[in-house]
């Protein structure tokens, strides 16, 4: 029996890799099809999990938003959009953002030993909150949300979760956006920080499916 989700990575990135720049104001790298195919995608899984990072730049809803598709889960017996996720080492998350005040999905917080009991404090209720080791063990943190039922489980982001799941050989499948320009911001975050990764050249992906839509091309993939 598989002792954790099924875990498929989606990111936007620009040509050179970078997933936004240092602006205060958010950098769109793809258009209204490819949103609309994420929406799809997210309402095929379980969870949605994001960092506490992108919570705090992007303050993200992670919501399905389609009517039609909120309303296709619900006849199927589950709720309208995933799981909300996110794992932070710190416990740093504002209870007003987004990711609590939006919507009806239950929430879960993956945080470090020392910081889960004030966070629970903190946090007043809005979220699940599981104390996921010293440092977070996202191995861990994927044998509790089987634990909970999650069966697939989309991540988005950003580029220290990215490496991580990936660095881990934790990731099945990858879905990579890449938007037709160039950032060249060096202080904008990347698709994934410098290191090694399990998959190199010895033991490459296999890709799945190309698929332009307007002027951006979604990869997708596979990790066997």
Do not use: Q
């Amino acid at each position: 029996m598989r002792g954790r989700p099924y875990v498929l990575l989606s990111c936007a990135m620009s040509v050179d890799g970078y997933i936004d720049d240092d602006t205060p104001e958010r950098l769109l790298l793809s258009n209204d099809e490819d949103f609309d195919r994420v929406d799809a995608v997210r309402a095929g899984c379980d969870a949605i999990l994001v960092g506490a990072g992108t919570i705090r730049r992007d303050d993200p809803r992670l919501l399905v938003r389609s009517p039609e598709r909120r309303r296709d889960r619900v006849a199927r017996g589950l709720p309208p959009s995933p799981v909300k996720v996110t794992v932070t080492a710190s416990g740093d998350l504002d209870p007003a953002a987004a990711f609590f005040a939006a919507g009806d999905a239950d929430r879960i917080v993956y945080t470090g030993s020392g910081a889960a009991a004030p966070l629970t404090a903190r946090l007043g209720g809005t979220a699940t909150v599981v104390d996921a080791g010293d440092p977070v063990d996202l191995g861990r943190v994927l044998g509790d949300l089987a634990g909970r039922g999650v069966r697939r489980l989309m991540v988005e982001g950003g580029t220290s979760i990215h490496t991580g799941f990936l660095r881990a050989d934790l990731v099945d499948e990858i879905h990579l956006v890449v938007a037709p320009f160039f950032v060249g911001d060096p202080a904008g975050p990347r698709f994934v920080a410098g290191g090694g990764f399990p998959r190199d050249r010895r033991r490459p992906m296999r890709l799945a499916e190309v698929r332009p839509m307007g002027d951006v091309v979604l990869l997708r993939y596979l990790i066997d």
